[in-house]
T-cell receptor
Framework: KAGVTQTPRYLIKTRGQQVTLSCSPI?????VSWYQQTPGQGLQFLFE???????NKGNFPGRFSGRQFSNSRSEMNVSTLELGDSALYLC??????????????FGEGSRLTVL | AQSVTQLGSHVSVSEGALVLLRCNYS??????LFWYVQYPNQGLQLLLK??????LVKGINGFEAEFKKSETSFHLTKPSAHMSDAAEYFC????????????FGSGTQLTVLP
């Protein structure tokens, strides 16, 4: 069974640009969550999508957005990039049905560098 | 506010020695608890999880953790460290009412000395 796939793995952008990151969950998983990991702030929750609807959102500005498609794949977008957006963005999928533990399965992440 | 605290951002042990990584959480309602490991340039891999079935949880690679409600702790242990255990370890908590959102501790970097 394939794991969570994130693309691209590495990317470099400049301030003011926007970026879109993609995540394909494990087959059968219907929930996708996104986390930002930085040395200073650690792992912080961005948002969660389930059935193409945002279910939960962390404390991030509106420049951070996401969506989920009918096949459960998800994208997140960051507009007007700032230097502080440099981070590892982790996507995680969860089974939902029949699972009440909320166990998350993580991808390898997309490392964004903003210059 | 609900929080997760990992004591010690860096822990060093000798190969073959006991590994003890500490995690405390703030909640009066026992939550779901997880330990994840992260190797360089990789995502997070689940080591083990507590889901109220048993207080002593065994995970992969010889790790185990004990849930102590009275101490609101979920410390991770391994009897004998191996060089391959060197990585960063994260304690994560799913608090009641938070759906599938996990709150992570700040992480503990484990170094294993030869």
């Amino acid at each position: 069974k394939a794991g969570v796939t994130q693309t691209p793995r590495y990317l470099i952008k400049t301030r003011g640009q926007q970026v879109t990151l993609s995540c394909s969950p494990i087959s059968g998983h219907r929930s996708v969550s996104w986390y930002q990991q930085t040395p200073g702030q650690g792992l912080q929750f961005l948002f969660e999508y389930f059935s193409e609807t945002q279910r939960n959102k962390g404390n991030f500005p509106g420049r951070f957005s996401g969506r989920q498609f009918s096949n459960s794949r998800s994208e997140m977008n960051v507009s007007t990039l700032e230097l502080g957006d440099s981070a590892l963005y982790l996507c995680a999928s969860s089974l939902v049905a029949g699972d009440n533990t909320g166990e998350l399965f993580f991808g390898e992440g997309s490392r964004l560098t903003v210059l | 506010a609900q929080s997760v605290t990992q004591l010690g951002s860096h822990v060093s042990v000798s190969e073959g020695a006991l590994v003890l990584l500490r995690c405390n959480y703030s909640s009066s309602v026992p939550p779901y608890l997880f330990w994840y490991v992260q190797y360089p340039n990789q995502g997070l891999q689940l080591l083990l999880k507590y889901t109220s079935a048993a207080t002593l949880v065994k995970g992969i690679n010889g790790f185990e953790a004990e849930f102590k409600k009275s101490e609101t702790s979920f410390h991770l242990t391994k009897p004998s460290a191996h060089m391959s255990d060197a990585a960063e370890y994260f304690c994560a908590v799913r608090f009641s009412g938070s759906a599938r959102q996990l709150t992570f501790g700040s992480g503990t970097q484990l170094t294993v000395l030869p």
